[in-house]
């Protein structure tokens, strides 16, 4: 047996890709990146890192508040990523021109549930608003401790009861067809679930009338698996999963992917905007970053980064505060890995599609041990190994790893340390804290 302290992921093997379902997304967050004109260092690492879109928060002209998704004005820009004496559209266009060249398609945040509550909308079609006594309703949650919280710089949209749902359904559409005619290529439709699913169907379809190849990704987080799925319905590419909330413990991850896997394929992140920074959050611990980083990365069809994640950045992405001063000296640089885990997701098709996951007995519980396949005879399966403690080593031992497999093939190591060029019978391994195994088989051809 022979070890290696890297590995070349697949690299005799033909590439496979499946468009539309392949997402390696890289968020690039406007308030942290500053003026379009300052992008390319990032569109170039985010391209470097082996990502294929890009997306970025709202770019419109905010309300009062500031805040990216309190959108005044939908077909105007914020000043904030503009520089001066260049037409809008034109700086925009140079960025998605940038992204394009670089093989990254770019989509943008779709923010159709709510506006600022000082666009001239609410006063030019009232209508389209959720009234409350009279007056123009803001948006709001119940928290789990029962509490409610009102966002007093947002205006509800009411695609449900409005007496004039055409028009506003129109108006949506024309902002969609305004941001692809600016160059972008997907949207991140931003608290999906809010907005009926009757609705979305709507714009999706008429959308697709004239642009086939543009892509629709539902945010659902917070809400039921039965409402994911009637959301996914509509006609969306994709949703996002919570994989980077599990505890590697308890049922409820593997039971809602089961629940939606078959009505769109999901995306992982290990954080987001609407996180704390995981480096802050796990008390500086790096092995914690690299472990769920991998989870994410090889749970589901898709895969989502935040700027800033490759760096381990501290400071949590703020709306309205974040500014391009906030980029932060790196704590650790894990980019190494996120090319990795994007090869060996590029270079098997099993992590570019949703298929059955199951958790298989480990003779460690400090040890995860998950079988993936594509649900498709000759599709090829994983195995992945993961040390759940990220502070300790553990000791893992499996008997037969072969014996896990749906169908008689090879195992081939695409751990990002110390792959192994044999895998032996029984399977003896002391993993470091943290620690992952990536082994899989290759797909057969098909006759």
């Known amino acids: 047996m022979t070890t290696s302290a890297t590995s070349k992921p697949r690299s005799e093997a033909k590439e496979v ?24 260092p990032h569109l170039k690492r985010a391209a470097g890192l082996g990502f294929n879109w890009v997306f970025v928060n709202p770019i419109q002209a905010t309300g009062r508040s500031g805040s990216l998704y309190s959108i005044a004005d939908y077909f105007a820009i914020n000043r904030d990523f503009l520089r001066p004496r260049v037409a809008q559209k034109k700086q925009v266009q140079e960025m998605i021109r940038a992204a394009d060249r670089l093989g990254l398609a770019v989509m943008i945040d779709l923010v159709i549930n709510h506006c600022a509550i000082d666009s001239r909308l609410t006063k030019t079609h009232p209508e389209w608003f959720v009234q409350e006594k009279g007056r123009v309703a803001h948006p709001f949650c119940v928290e789990a401790d029962g509490q ?35 160059g972008f290529r997907g949207f991140r439709c931003d608290a999906a679930y809010q907005i009926p699913a009757s609705t979305w169907r709507a714009i999706i379809e008429r959308v697709r009338k004239q642009h086939p190849d543009v892509v629709f990704l539902a945010e659902t987080l917070g809400c039921s698996p039965e409402q994911t799925r009637e959301t996914a319905a509509a006609g969306f590419d994709a949703i996002f999963n919570s994989a980077k909330w599990w505890d590697f413990d308890s049922d409820w991850l593997l039971d809602q992917y089961a629940l939606t896997r078959e009505a769109a394929p999901s995306i992982s992140f290990p954080e987001s905007h609407d996180t704390e920074r995981l480096f802050s959050e796990s008390g500086g611990n790096a092995h914690a970053m690299r472990q769920r980083l991998l989870f994410t990365a090889l749970f589901s069809a898709g895969f989502m980064l935040p700027i800033g994640f490759e760096y381990g950045f501290r400071r949590r992405l703020d709306v309205v505060k974040t500014r391009p001063e906030h980029w932060e000296a ?57 040390n759940k403690d990220s502070w300790n080593r553990q000791h893992c031992w499996v008997e037969d790893l072969y014996r896990h497999l ?40 098909q006759d």
């Open 17 to 40: 890709s499946h468009e539309g379902a392949d997402f390696r997304i890289y968020n690039l967050f406007p308030r942290l990146a500053g003026t379009f004109d300052q992008w390319e």
């Open 406 to 445: 749906e169908e008689p093939s090879a195992l081939i190591d695409c751990s990002p340390e110390w792959a192994m060029d044999y895998l032996p019978t029984p399977f003896d391994f002391d993993l470091a804290p943290g620690m992952g195994r990536i082994l899989v088989t290759e797909p057969r051809a």
């Open 148 to 182: 409610r919280v009102v966002w007093e710089d947002l205006a509800q949209f009411d695609h449900r009861r409005s007496r004039d749902r055409v028009a506003l359904l129109d108006y949506c559409v024309e902002v969609v067809e305004h941001l692809i005619e600016l």
């Open 330 to 386: 790196p704590n650790l640089d894990l980019s190494d890995l996120i090319r990795h885990l994007n090869a060996v997701r590029t270079g098997y098709p099993v992590f570019q599609c949703e298929g059955p996951i199951r958790r298989l007995p480990t003779s460690n519980p400090a040890v995860l041990m998950l079988h993936k396949s594509t649900g498709q005879a000759g599709g090829g399966e994983a195995l992945l190994i993961l």
